[in-house]
């Protein structure tokens, strides 16, 4: 069965410098897609970054990029510049390749960045 | 606009008092997926469903059911509520790999 593990559940950053934020996953499927959403305190959740296991480069989005390592089963967060908006709960997680018919949530890092 | 909408989005009830939360997507998407959030468990799937008529159980749908008879909505049903219902739900909607739009989530209060 797959399993997601964050084990930051908080964590603080200074305004402007970056953060990393850690995901490990375990799984025995060879095609498994692995994502990262923002929930801030309104509680919407927010697609920030996907990573396919395939994917020889590591996915980027503006300020956010995904620090894949398959070997060690971790996929990493960073988010370079922090901005006093990205304080919220962070939530890695993992699919199935092409439908996320089994899509597994880590239980969240709360990051809070400090002005 | 692309999205996915839930209704209520905030709900009080008592045991044993049937409800539904409606979800529907206006961009035409073939899977949905209901979750339910409950704090340091982060979320979990509840039901999903890959079509019309085609719905399945995901990890905890003890206490649930769903229907999908049309492709834009996927309801969720709660047939007797319990207060270990209580907890915050998203329903989704998948574009395919690697794009899953959320609803704005619906919290359940059940006393």
């Known amino acids: 069965a797959q399993k997601i593990t964050q084990t930051q559940p908080g964590m603080f950053v200074q305004e402007k410098e970056a953060v990393t934020l850690d995901c490990t996953y375990d799984t025995s499927d060879p095609s498994y897609g692995l994502f990262w959403y923002k929930q801030p305190s309104s509680g919407e959740m927010i697609f920030l970054i996907y990573q396919g296991s395939y994917d020889q480069q590591n996915a980027t989005e503006g300020r956010y990029s995904l620090n894949f390592q398959k070997a060690r089963k971790s996929a990493n967060l960073v988010i370079s510049a922090s901005q006093l908006g990205d304080s919220a709960m962070y939530f890695c997680?993992?699919?199935?390749?092409?439908?996320?018919?089994?899509?597994?949530f880590g239980a969240g890092t709360r990051l809070t960045v400090k002005p | 606009e692309a999205q996915v909408t839930q209704n209520p989005r905030y709900l009080i009830t008592v045991t044993g008092k049937k409800l539904t939360v409606t979800c529907s997507q206006n961009?035409?998407?073939?899977?949905m997926s209901w979750y339910r959030q409950d704090p340091g468990l982060g979320l979990r799937q509840i039901y999903y469903s890959m079509n019309v008529e085609v719905t399945d159980k995901g990890d905890v749908p003890e206490g649930y059911k769903v229907s999908r008879k049309e492709k834009r909505n996927f309801p969720l049903i709660l047939e007797s509520p319990s207060p270990n219902q209580t907890s915050l739900y998203f329903c989704?909607?998948?574009?395919?790999?690697?794009?899953?739009?959320f609803g704005p989530g619906t919290r359940l209060t059940v006393l």
């Open positions: 989704a909607s998948i574009a395919g790999v690697g794009t899953q739009y």
């Open positions: 997680a993992m699919s199935a390749y092409l439908y996320n018919n089994d899509m597994r």
């Open positions: 961009m035409n998407h073939e899977y």
